[in-house]
């Protein structure tokens, strides 16, 4: 079976390599809730964490965020950090910034050299994501060029273009999560992940969302998907699974596949 | 989510309506074997059997099939049997049997009420399928319409045509199992499944073999797939799970999906 190309950071594979990465989101309104949170999550023996940042009350405060960051890279060292604004058109929670205020925040998180990856929505345009990739790769963080649509799965031709512009945007990863109304989304999402896996170079992220999408959570790997999102402590998207029960059925996939993860 | 139309025998749902529900084959090449066999099955509480005859060195005394069938019912009366000739060209054993044999075994064995379900192959052509299926349904037996393709994954058109055969043919249920030879294939094979579903009154039992398939055995019923094989004490094809693996792994999906298998 070809698997999913593994995601690397500073040229390392994360997970030694194992596909799908199991990513677990941590999604706290304090540095409190947030250390204690990836304390949970980190018992979950996850690949990689998410620190969804929008969550964060304090978020408009720079100081404050780059502190919870070097606080969770304290606690975690060896844990790959992925730093994510998720904005609110694209399923995040609201926040206090406006404008440039988001790019102008994850320079400064770049610089300061306290992430691993960064996830930036290629919705934003090319200034920003242009911003957003020159500050992470002169500091050494992955850049993940992402999509999300928690409304619909686009078109065929449209899911494909999403994966491509993010290989065109100079991202490290291209990540694209849709929502499907019916079983037939989910296949073609899953198929719009084989194609691209086969034509692009980079590694891919793609789920299905909600109760439907449940297999492009466990299957996706099989089509080109490196990485996973599973529940530590708190969902931060619908149809995550647990991560004690998404790694048994990983573990289940590679059993019957005689594959390895 | 829309799930899987369950399969009926005398009315009853299998399963108690639950889908997929769990079938698991056994492949004895002698009565004690086979009785043998069905005993380790049932410990792992299948919600049906298989019998695959082909694989009995005594197929060719029709009063031995008969007589090992009554065996079968009496050691599980309330159990739900499949009897099956899988033939060599669709992934069966070789057997002595020639011309009409065949046909005259399953109108014997219908017509001594030891079984529940035949499976009859599609390939055999009209003839023989109308044989088999006034056999089957004078005697309270229902008809599982079946094509095998070990060697490939036909076209789009080629699987709904299957599909839609074994309606037309008067089946009371429509199988197709298809070999992938890459993860696309199995995707086509699922939305197959679903087209076939929304279309077609009778329900449907589809898989993708091989180690490239375990997701369509575990995500069938979400397309329209009622039935999935998993493996007691033998396998009888390729890419079948473990009873306990699969039950498991179906358990998982049903709490993600906050559906009800």
């Given at each position: 079976?070809?698997?999913?190309?593994?995601?690397?950071?500073?040229?390392?594979?994360?997970?030694?390599?194992?596909?799908?990465?199991?990513?677990?989101?941590?999604?706290?309104?304090?540095?409190?809730?947030?250390?204690?949170?990836?304390?949970?999550?980190?018992?979950?023996?996850?690949?990689?964490?998410?620190?969804?940042?929008?969550?964060?009350?304090?978020?408009?405060?720079?100081?404050?965020?780059?502190?919870?960051?070097?606080?969770?890279?304290?606690?975690?060292?060896e844990?790959?950090?992925?730093?994510?604004?998720?904005?609110?058109?694209?399923g995040?929670?609201?926040?206090?910034?406006?404008?440039?205020?988001?790019?102008?925040?994850?320079?400064?998180?770049?610089?300061?050299?306290?992430?691993?990856?960064?996830?930036?929505?290629?919705?934003?345009?090319?200034?920003?994501?242009?911003?957003?990739?020159e500050?992470?790769?002169?500091n050494?963080?992955?850049?993940?060029?992402?999509?999300?649509?928690?409304?619909?799965?686009?078109?065929?031709?449209?899911?494909?273009?999403?994966?491509?512009q993010?290989?065109?945007?100079?991202?490290?990863?291209a990540?694209?999560?849709?929502?499907?109304?019916?079983?037939?989304?989910?296949?073609?999402?899953?198929?719009?992940?084989?194609?691209?896996?086969?034509?692009?170079?980079?590694?891919?992220?793609?789920?299905?969302?909600?109760?439907?999408?449940?297999?492009?959570?466990?299957?996706?790997?099989?089509?080109?998907?490196?990485?996973?999102?599973?529940?530590?402590?708190?969902?931060?998207?619908?149809?995550?699974?647990?991560?004690?029960?998404?790694?048994?059925?990983?573990?289940?996939?590679?059993?019957?596949?005689?594959?390895?993860?």
């Amino acid at each position: 079976m070809k698997l999913a190309k593994p995601i690397t950071v500073r040229g390392a594979a994360i997970a030694q390599g194992r596909v799908p990465a199991i990513c677990t989101p941590f999604v706290g309104r304090t540095a409190n809730e947030i250390l204690a949170e990836l304390a949970t999550v980190l018992r979950k023996s996850p690949d990689i964490v998410e620190w969804r940042v929008d969550h964060f009350a304090d978020i408009g405060d720079t100081d404050a965020v780059i502190d919870v960051a070097r606080r969770i890279k304290s606690q975690a060292p060896e844990m790959p950090l992925v730093f994510t604004r998720r904005s609110e058109r694209e399923g995040g929670a609201k926040t206090s910034l406006v404008g440039d205020e988001a790019v102008d925040l994850y320079e400064a998180v770049c610089a300061a050299r306290c992430i691993d990856l960064a996830d930036w929505e290629m919705a934003h345009g090319p200034a920003s994501m242009t911003r957003v990739r020159e500050a992470a790769h002169a500091n050494d963080v992955a850049l993940i060029a992402s999509y999300h649509d928690f409304a619909a799965t686009p078109a065929n031709a449209v899911l494909l273009e999403k994966f491509a512009q993010a290989a065109r945007d100079g991202a490290d990863v291209a990540k694209v999560a849709v929502m499907p109304s019916d079983p037939s989304d989910v296949l073609r999402l899953l198929d719009a992940t084989w194609q691209a896996h086969r034509s692009l170079p980079i590694p891919l992220i793609s789920m299905a969302m909600g109760p439907l999408g449940t297999l492009s959570r466990i299957a996706g790997a099989a089509f080109g998907s490196a990485l996973t999102f599973a529940v530590g402590a708190a969902s931060s998207a619908p149809g995550q699974l647990g991560i004690d029960d998404l790694r048994a059925a990983l573990d289940i996939m590679q059993r019957a596949s005689g594959g390895s993860r």
